[in-house]
């Protein structure tokens, strides 16, 4: 079974640029997350989706970031203008649900660096 | 709002030697417990569940309410467990289950 897809692997950019990322979850996973994961930290949700719709994205700094999810399968995180700070891998995880449980499946990230 | 913390950074010990790695977590609702393994050049993948009460790679995690731990230990450590563990929470009766709060990691490293 394909796992999570990302896309690109590494990003370097300079302060203000805008960056995008993509990311393919595992087929028929309901669900979406994004997290951020700065240097030396644990991943921190950014933006959770069901299917297209968002169920939570009260961690997403919505002056910079946005992200959608077209027909409920792939997703784009786009931030801009980046800022220094946004420096971090960025991780995509799609859920499989059995019964009441969830498990996440992550992608290999997304390291971005700004400059 | 909900907090995991992991208090060690980095854990070393020898091959064959227990090991036990500290998960503290603040909670609302139905607490769920998850613990996460990242080994070298790897994604991110569960390791285990509380709910599950299974032994993965000889690893258990019994879930304390009373003193809101849930720590991951081993009986022999080998060489292979070497890796960074994420303590994670999620609310199961929440609107938003699924939702992971995650430690901020420890680094096990056995030593041959």
């Known amino acids: 079974e394909a796992g999570v897809a990302q896309s690109p692997r590494y990003k370097i950019i300079e302060k203000r640029q805008s960056v995008a990322f993509w990311c393919n979850p595992i087929?028929?996973?309901?669900?979406l997350y994004w997290y951020q994961q700065i240097l030396g930290q644990g991943p921190k949700l950014l933006i959770q989706?069901?299917?297209?719709?968002?169920?939570?994205d009260s961690q997403l700094p919505k002056d910079r970031f946005s992200a959608e999810r077209l027909k409920g399968v792939d997703s784009t995180l786009k931030i801009q203008p980046a800022k220094l700070e946004d420096s971090a891998v960025y991780l995509c995880?799609?859920?499989?649900?059995?019964?009441?449980?969830?498990?996440?499946?992550f992608g290999p990230g997304t390291r971005l660096l700004v400059l | 709002a909900q907090r995991v913390t992991q208090p060690e950074k980095l854990l070393s010990v020898f091959k064959g030697a227990p090991v036990e790695l500290k998960c503290n977590y603040s909670?609302?609702?139905?607490?769920?417990l998850f613990w996460y393994v990242q080994y070298s050049r790897q994604r991110l993948q569960l390791l285990l569940r509380?709910?599950s009460r299974e032994s993965i790679k000889g690893f258990t995690a019994d879930l304390n309410k009373g003193e809101t731990s849930f720590h991951l230990k081993k009986p022999f450590a080998q060489e292979e467990d070497s890796a960074m563990y994420y303590c994670?929470?999620?609310?199961?009766?929440?609107?938003?289950?699924?939702?992971?709060?995650f430690g901020q990691g420890t680094i096990l490293t056995v030593h041959p």
């Open positions: 995880a799609s859920g499989e649900t059995s019964g009441a449980w969830e498990t996440q499946y």
């Open positions: 087929s028929g996973h309901a669900t």
């Open positions: 989706f069901q299917n297209n719709g968002v169920v939570d």
């Open positions: 909670y609302s609702g139905s607490p769920e």
């Open positions: 509380h709910i």
């Open positions: 994670a929470y999620t609310n199961a009766g929440g609107t938003s289950y699924g939702k992971l709060t």
